[in-house]
């Protein structure tokens, strides 16, 4: 029960405290911090990557209580379901929620965000706001809000299967690293969900809140993902898998995209490098 206690204490942190330390971010973020934020997303992706690679896969294939290693078609398929279930959450967000509007030309504006307002999409929030005032604002938060919170869902999972890769050692780095790093991400995703709503009339204050809380499913998907490892070697395998595949898209399907596209230099890629050497004496030490 007391290892319970702690995985959703530090996933909370991870979860709620990241969507809304990203939130007051939102609130007071100056639009000149695109290169701030390439970096960040940058070296972010660069120990999720060192994690995937050094840990979460590999022990995917030696999970905790087998006798025998896991076939390696059992853990492709569990990298495959983790990196299409994100996809498939990240595309409905932005089906629903950054529709491509005429203001901007289609063949001009890439999928992927390559500025600050594309990040935490308030340039398609503010056009929308000159056409059809704030309430329509203030819904397009809500909505954001509603769709980040599931997408934390399988973030969470992440946490959880970490978490079950080592009963014994429950604090040990390299779950904390996990959870450290998803909170990393979902600063950028806190501030999609907080702009929208403040530019549509909620206060500063309550519109963090809400952001606070749309981080909340990320411990209900921990507490799922830690209980599917606990099942048995095949399951904490599959959910090991699943985890570094979730991860795999969140790094190449949206930070570094986004990192490099924000800030096209070499800087991104060097931090991408520190990224790696960090995630990999932190998983290793």
């Known amino acids: 029960m007391k290892a319970i206690w702690y995985i959703i204490i530090v996933t909370a942190i991870a979860g709620m405290a990241g969507t809304g330390l990203g939130g007051l971010v939102g609130a007071i973020l100056r639009k000149d911090s695109s290169k701030v934020v390439s970096l960040l997303l940058s070296f972010a992706a660069g120990v999720m990557l060192a994690v995937v690679c050094f840990d979460l896969l590999p022990a995917s294939f030696n999970p905790e209580g087998s006798e025998t290693p896991v076939s390696i078609w059992l853990v492709a398929l569990g990298c495959v379901a983790g990196f299409g279930v994100v996809y498939l959450l990240n595309w409905l967000i932005d089906k629903n929620t950054n529709p491509e509007l005429s203001h901007i030309e289609q063949d001009e504006h890439p999928a992927t965000a390559d500025a600050l307002d594309e990040l935490i999409h308030s340039d398609h929030f503010y056009e929308h706001r000159s056409r059809n005032g704030n309430q329509q604002l203030f819904l397009a938060g809500i909505v954001m809000a509603f769709a980040i919170a599931?997408?934390?869902?399988?973030?969470?999972?992440?946490?959880?299967?970490?978490?079950?890769?080592d009963v014994t050692n429950i604090s040990g780095n390299s779950a904390l690293l996990v959870a450290v790093i998803i909170g990393l991400h979902n600063i950028p995703e806190g501030m999609a969900v907080s702009v929208p709503l403040i530019s549509g009339g909620m206060s500063k204050t309550m519109a963090v809140m809400v952001t606070a809380l749309s981080g909340l499913p990320t411990i209900l998907g921990a507490l799922v993902g830690y209980s599917l490892g606990l099942i048995g070697p095949i399951w904490l395998s599959l959910s090991l898998s699943f985890a570094g595949g979730a991860m795999l898209y969140v790094v190449f399907g949206e930070l570094m995209p986004e990192a490099f596209l924000m800030l096209r230099s070499k800087a991104p890629a060097v931090m991408t490098l520190i990224g790696v050497l960090v995630g990999l004496f932190l998983v290793y030490m």
């Open 150 to 165: 599931l997408h934390n869902m399988p973030e969470g999972m992440v946490i959880g299967a970490s978490f079950a890769n």
